[in-house]
């Protein structure tokens, strides 16, 4: 039977200049709420080109509405969010207009009470370190010609407003900074920023621990590889023809391969270099190694759009939602509307009524199971952790891989840490019957499955996570992988995506050398933060239905979803980066100069230590701890509780194994 969406009845008003606050709004909307966007024209960053204001992706499925002078809008908005649960206000520098609704966002770039600044994209990508990561080895930060993290923040936005609905939060004001948004996807960086300040991350397309792992011509294109271990390497060689490399001791291990870096990139480009890009992904690929071409950004990167029409008519077409929940609606039609007078009778509601109010934070009660590795799906995960729930992660004998990267204190590495703090650990072989017997015991008490693992990987180990849903029907089930359930199951890594998804063609930067990765890792992040939403949202839907349902999450399809407005015809501000080693700037029409800031210099400035962006976890050292990133979320006025803390490995492996019914719907 089909179920209603999941905000059926929630009304949303919307009102301010920042693109952040349209893509929150719309996201709720497509969830099923009604939104109401009052368009008054000001408050926009002067610098940001018209069409991303003017995008299906801020405009379709609202109720559009305009007035005239600045008395009638500030009137309209009252009535406006007088009929409304939630308001979304933002301006880029300055206070954001007052709301009369029950919860209120604000959404500006650095946080109510700093200083005014209209910090539009490309400024915030200076701010936060992400240009400072992209690049060149050696050479100039990257400008990366998409809002990227405009449509983060709009997301965690929309997070923040699932969880603060599930604990019934009212008369507050969340209170939500772009640059939160932007910090958080610094993990893989800044504990050795922080130890080293001066340290330059601009490594062109390559991995400062793996090769070959780069972008390589071919007669017609570019593709990216990326060998992530001794045994990839040796597929990798013999693909290419060179046995011989496979054999040679002083390439035989990772470190070994990026000391000699420039004479293994020398091999694969002269394998490369006499094939069409279809050729090489074609039989890099059968080998079952990372690859893909490095696409152009546009429609054909995406794995699904719809057209959308504006009110003239006109179509548009756009990536769906980078979230498939199996029974909550997010890839419905949506039309642009024509704008609308302010009717009289709107000024005349009631009220609306409101969740009950409960005490805790959000995810409280529900326990949470996690499989897989690394990035995507610990950080889902961590940050269900930091809202209250308990998080126990499946770990192979001996723990995760990542805990012994450097830097490392105790049992955990900085990476680890960051990315699993405030989790219970337990061990299990998954390649053993006992093991495969004891996660399924984890899964019939769990709440909610998050899983890493490629597509079949689970099933062919004889566990069948949707028909494990199908027998525990409160069961909600994400899968995060490189394509989707439905795409294909190729190893994928996010620099891989990156060049599938279209993102290498929006990095501005030499051409010599061939397309540019970001520094921050969007694929791997991006998925994680639209996994979070898409998890939050399928347990307030619980709470309502008391069922589960099982969601699906693509990394590119993620990553072709944030990069949209970068497409061909969306535009991008014009900018100038200008002055050298430790002393860039960013100049953007009709702004002020800004300074490129590192990753240390983001991590240390004040806005990161009004708003608590570093926080402390204890390592289970005696008086160590690792400092980790905070959540970009708020579901209350006050900055969300932090994970306490990391475990060993296999810490928890007696008492996770207790009797424990799920939690109760609303618990």
Not at 283 to 297: D, I, M, N
Not at 409 to 429: L, M, P, Q, T, W
Not at 528 to 547: K, N, Q, W
Not at 596 to 616: D, S
């Amino acid at each position: 039977m089909d179920r209603a969406p999941v905000l059926q009845g929630l009304v949303v008003a919307e009102r301010g200049g920042r693109l952040a606050a349209a893509v929150g709004a719309g996201l709720l909307g497509q969830l099923g709420a009604s939104v109401l966007r009052l368009e008054d024209g000001a408050g926009r960053p002067a610098s940001d080109p018209p069409s991303w204001h003017l995008h299906p992706l801020a405009l379709a499925g609202k109720q559009r509405v305009q007035a005239g002078s600045a008395a009638e809008r500030d009137a309209a908005w009252q009535a406006l969010s007088a009929r409304a649960h939630v308001a979304f206000v933002s301006t880029p520098g300055g206070a954001a207009p007052a709301s009369a609704a029950a919860l209120t966002v604000s959404l500006t770039a650095f946080g109510a009470g700093e200083a005014a600044s209209a910090a539009p994209e490309l400024a915030l990508q200076a701010a936060a370190g992400a240009m400072d990561t992209t690049g060149p080895a050696g050479g100039a930060p990257c400008v990366t010609r998409a809002p990227l993290l405009e449509l983060l923040g709009g997301l965690n936005a929309a997070t923040s407003v699932l969880a603060a609905l599930r604990v019934g939060s009212r008369d507050a004001t969340l209170d939500l900074g772009l640059f939160d948004s932007a910090l958080a996807l610094a993990g893989t960086f800044h504990t050795q920023a922080l130890a080293n300040p001066a340290r330059q991350f601009r490594n062109g397309s390559r991995h400062t621990l793996c090769a070959p792992w780069n972008v390589y011509r071919t007669r017609d294109g570019w593709v990216t590889l990326c060998v992530a271990s001794d045994e990839q390497w040796r597929r990798a060689a013999t693909v290419i023809g060179r046995p011989d490399l496979a054999a040679d001791p002083a390439l035989a291990t990772s470190p070994l391969r990026v000391a000699a870096m420039a004479r293994v990139d020398a091999a694969v480009t002269g394998w490369t270099g006499q094939r069409s890009v279809e050729e090489a992904v074609q039989q890099l690929g059968a080998a079952r190694l990372p690859v893909s071409a490095v696409r152009t950004p546009g429609p054909a990167a995406a794995s699904a759009t719809v057209k959308v029409h504006d009110a003239a008519g006109a179509a548009c077409e756009v990536p769906l939602a980078p979230v498939w929940l199996s029974a909550t609606p997010l890839h419905q039609p949506l039309h642009i509307g024509a704008v609308t007078p302010l009717r009289p009778n709107e000024t005349q509601v009631s009220p609306p009524a409101w969740p009950a109010a409960t005490s805790g934070a959000p995810m409280r009660g529900l326990r949470v199971v996690e499989i897989g590795a690394y990035t995507a799906g610990p950080l889902a995960a961590r940050y269900l952790a930091d809202m209250g729930a308990e998080v126990i992660k499946v770990e192979p004998p001996g723990g995760e891989e990542s805990r012994q990267w450097q830097p490392r204190v105790g049992h955990a590495s900085a990476y680890f840490a960051n990315y699993n703090c405030g989790k219970r650990s337990v061990e299990i072989d998954l390649g053993s019957a006992e093991g495969v017997a004891r996660l399924r015991e984890l899964i019939a008490a769990a709440d909610v499955v998050v899983q890493t693992m490629m597509p079949g990987a689970l099933r062919r180990r004889g566990i069948d996570l949707e028909a494990l849903a199908g027998a525990h029907p409160r069961l909600i089930v994400c899968s995060i992988s490189g394509y989707g359930r439905n795409g294909p199951p190729a190893p994928a890594l996010d620099t891989v995506i990156q060049a599938a998804s279209g993102l290498m063609g929006l990095v501005d930067g030499p051409t010599d050398d061939g397309p540019l990765k970001t520094g921050y890792s969007y694929a791997d992040l991006g998925a994680a933060h639209v996994a979070a939403f898409g998890i939050v949202a399928a347990v307030l839907e619980r709470d309502r239905s008391g069922r589960g349902q099982v969601i699906d999450v693509a990394m590119q399809d993620a990553l072709v979803w944030l990069t949209q407005l970068g497409w061909p015809g969306a535009g991008c501000p014009p900018y100038r980066v200008s002055g050298s080693a430790a002393a860039w700037a960013l100049g953007v029409v009709d702004e002020p100069a800004v300074p490129v800031q590192g990753v240390a210099g983001a991590l240390q400035g004040a806005v990161a230590r009004r708003r608590r962006l570093l926080r402390e976890v204890q390592t289970g050292a005696v008086g160590l701890a690792w400092q980790v990133l905070a959540a970009p979320y708020r579901w209350s006025a006050d900055v969300p509780a932090l994970g306490h803390g990391v475990a060993l490995p296999g810490a928890d492996n007696a008492s996770v194994f207790a009797a424990r019914q799920p939690a109760a719907a609303g618990s």
